[in-house]
């Protein structure tokens, strides 16, 4: 009885120590904002990803280090999370004209890589689509 007692709390502590494979350092790659790193942690029951160096063409759309990118990350299915992404539009000077978030949808892939869709719904191969390594 012991042996089985002991058992199962091994198991709930290990499964308990598990991190979900979303949280630390990704980078964005292949497009015009390649070069950008967030940073993604852990905020209450959800998670949030920080900018850290904001790159290519998100440096003229107001995009500064510490932003939060993402926010209201939750896991919907494995390697499968919904939240919402920055966005920020500037005017003809670099003026920041609006800031909202948009639902996203994100992918880890087989291959490490992290396919977030914008404008998507749900699991469906549409709308615009960024890709990102970890490198932490």
């Known amino acids: ?13 290990l499964f308990g120590c598990v991190e979900d494979p979303i949280i630390g350092q990704w980078e964005r790659f292949g ?3 390649e070069g950008t790193i967030v940073q993604v942690e852990v905020v209450g029951k959800m998670y949030h990803g920080k ?15 510490n932003d939060i990118k ?3 990350i939750e896991p919907v299915g494995t390697n499968k999370w919904k939240g919402k992404d920055l966005i ?23 291959d490490g890589i992290l396919v977030i869709r914008k404008f998507a719904k749900e699991s469906k191969l549409f709308g615009e689509v960024q890709k990102w390594r970890r490198i932490q």
């Open 51 to 65: 900018l850290i160096k904001p790159a290519g063409i998100l440096n003229y759309l107001g995009f500064a280090e």
């Open 1 to 13: 009885m012991r042996r089985i007692i002991f058992t199962v709390l091994f198991l709930l502590f």
């Open 31 to 33: 497009d015009d904002a």
């Open 88 to 110: 920020k539009k500037v005017d003809m000077d670099g003026n920041i004209t609006s800031i909202e978030y948009k639902d996203v949808y994100f992918t880890l892939q087989s």
């Open 70 to 72: 993402w926010r209201d």
